[in-house]
């Protein structure tokens, strides 16, 4: 079964600052999905960037964008110049490219920007 | 186009009595999954349902547990004689054909 690790339970980031969240997961399938979803406080899941594994070209979205390490099952998101919205839950989430599978989420890094 | 529907938003319920949460799906999309959240954890998959089908329920406890996706209607997770244990964040996603979920808003259930 898939897994997906995220050994940052918190960080903390100056405004303006950039920071790395960390993401490691396990599989043994070659083509896939990858996500990081934002959670503030609403609770609301909100999708910040997803990249395809047959992709090698790192996802950018603004502001974030993820270092890919397929090799190493790794996946990375950067936020740089953060902003104090940018404070919230953060997981990562692995999906199988089979049609319909359902995610695999991480335990979240909960990210706090500092002004 | 509106986003995914959940409500109640809050439920309250005492250990014994049932819970029904609701989940509306995006126009057009007939792929419905839910989600359990815990306090301080990831989301955890409970069921994959399309229309008048339940695709997959291996993330779904064996009792007091069930999903439904009618043909005309809403998805409906129903939990019968909740305990505290019970108390979480419920979370409704839906799909058109492909990959990309899209989140509700989340139902957060209290057991007293």
């Known amino acids: 079964a898939q897994t997906v690790t995220q050994s940052q339970p918190e960080m903390s980031v100056q405004e303006a600052e950039t920071v790395t969240l960390s993401c490691t997961y396990d599989t043994s399938e070659s083509d896939y999905y990858l996500f990081w979803y934002k959670q503030p406080p609403s609770r609301q899941m909100i999708l910040v960037i997803r990249q395809e594994a047959y992709k090698q070209q790192n996802a950018t979205e603004n502001r974030f964008s993820v270092n890919f390490q397929k090799a190493a099952k790794s996946f990375s998101l950067k936020i740089s110049d953060s902003q104090l919205g940018d404070a919230a839950m953060y997981f990562c989430a692995y999906s199988s490219d089979n049609y319909g599978q359902n995610f695999v989420f991480g335990p979240g890094t909960r990210l706090s920007v500092l002004p | 186009n509106a986003g995914v529907m959940q409500n109640p938003r809050h439920l309250v319920r005492r250990r014994g009595q049932e819970a029904r949460l609701r989940c509306s799906p995006m126009?057009?999309?007939?792929?419905v999954y839910w989600y359990r959240q815990l306090p301080e954890e990831g989301l955890k998959f409970m069921v994959y349902l399309q229309k008048e089908n339940i695709i997959d329920e291996s993330g779904m406890p064996k009792e007091r547990f069930s999903a439904e996706f009618p043909k005309e209607g809403p998805s409906i997770l129903r939990i019968q004689q909740v305990v505290r244990g019970d108390s979480a964040a419920y979370f409704c996603?839906?799909?058109?054909?492909?990959?990309?979920?899209?989140f509700g808003p989340g139902t957060r259930l209290t057991v007293l």
């Open positions: 996603a839906s799909s058109p054909l492909g990959n990309e979920q899209f």
């Open positions: 126009k057009g999309h007939s792929h």
